[in-house]
């Protein structure tokens, strides 16, 4: 069981990227919630977003909100994180994790919730 998050490079401010998470050894709608951390040099992993398989909620963190959406493809076994506006401070090395069942809301927000991650993708914004 693995997942793959792909989709990063270098962008302009003001530019979009659109990451991936490729699931590999099970498919992507058997994990409860899939959701996007990131972690820029020097700091804590953080919560970007989120969505909850059966309901299809989305949760993201205030500072992405609006700039960011979570999607999914079925058929692609894949989850999507599309970043439009990006900022400076939106560099970091991105990772897509998941875990198996349902948890509590803010449970959601927290990495060590989440079982199983990908490798990361690197996402720079310059000024």
């Known amino acids: 069981v693995q997942l793959q998050a792909s989709g990063g490079g270098l962008v302009q401010a003001g530019a979009s990227l659109r990451l991936s998470c490729a699931a590999s050894?099970?498919?992507?709608?058997?994990?409860?919630?899939v959701a996007w951390f990131r972690q820029a040099p020097g700091k804590e992993r953080e919560f970007v977003g989120a969505?909850?398989?059966?309901?299809?909620?989305?949760y993201y963190a205030d500072s992405v909100k609006g700039r960011f959406a979570i999607s999914r493809d079925n058929a692609k076994n894949t989850v999507f994180l599309q970043m439009n506006s990006l900022k400076p401070e939106d560099t970091a090395v991105y990772y897509c994790?998941?875990?198996?069942?349902?948890?509590?809301?803010?449970?959601?927000?927290?990495?060590?919730?989440?079982?199983?991650w990908g490798q990361g993708t690197l996402v720079t914004v310059s000024s």
């Open positions: 994790a998941a875990r198996s069942t349902r948890i509590v809301q803010t449970g959601i927000y927290d990495y060590n919730q989440y079982g199983y």
């Open positions: 050894g099970r498919t992507i709608s058997g994990y409860a919630i």
């Open positions: 969505v909850v398989w059966s309901s299809s909620r989305t």
